[in-house]
């Protein structure tokens, strides 16, 4: 082999190097524009969030524990304890004085209903900032609907605690059963007299 055909072939393998090279480099500035064209992820709730929503919605579910504790409250039978109320005073300014302690009693348990959901909306709106700092929208979604749900209802729980009607309306049981229960004891009394 001569010195020119031994420099054509390394003048040959030189030009493959730089077309391979060039090549390489082709597909790099490729790469980085299917990389600017695909969207940056939307940041995603983790597993662990998810169970924390779920177990700040199900940490007995607030809400449908005060629903509950209001109903019980409300659908109660002072029948006999208002029987029992006259047998023992049938003067009827204790009647209305336990009537009195009756409606006090709900509103107790509005006062302290509204003062829990007060602190839950305060820890879904704290979560809902540290999210909003992360940039974690689908969180924020779910917790933002969360917020409102809680808001609305405490907002209602407000409204019978401020309204005396609203308020009359719920006890409406409660208070006739006790008052039926207290007329049965002022005719036990009439026919023991008899």
Not at 5 to 23: D, G, V
Not at 162 to 185: A, H, M, P
């Amino acid at each position: 082999m001569g010195i020119i055909s031994f420099l054509k072939s390394i003048f040959n393998k030189q030009e493959t190097i730089e077309a391979e090279y060039y090549e390489d480099d082709d597909v790099d500035n490729n790469s980085e524009d299917i990389e600017d064209s695909i969207p940056e992820p939307v940041f995603v709730a983790s597993q662990e969030e998810i169970n924390n929503l779920n177990k700040m919605e199900n940490k007995i579910n607030l809400k449908q524990s005060i629903i509950d504790e209001i109903d019980m409250y409300t659908s109660k039978n002072l029948e006999s304890e208002g029987f029992q109320d006259c047998i023992s005073n049938n003067d009827l300014l204790n009647r209305d004085n336990n009537i009195s302690l009756i409606k006090a009693g709900f509103k107790n348990l509005l006062n302290k209903s509204i003062a829990d959901l007060d602190i839950r909306v305060f820890e879904i709106k704290q979560r809902i900032k540290t999210y909003e700092s992360a940039g974690m929208t689908e969180s924020i979604t779910k917790f933002s609907n969360a917020l409102s749900e809680y808001e609305l209802f405490a907002d209602s729980l407000k409204n019978i605690l401020n309204d005396e009607v609203q308020l009359l309306e719920k006890l409406n049981y409660c208070i006739l059963s006790y008052e039926i229960g207290f007329t049965n004891g002022l005719r036990n009394n009439d026919n023991e007299l008899i």
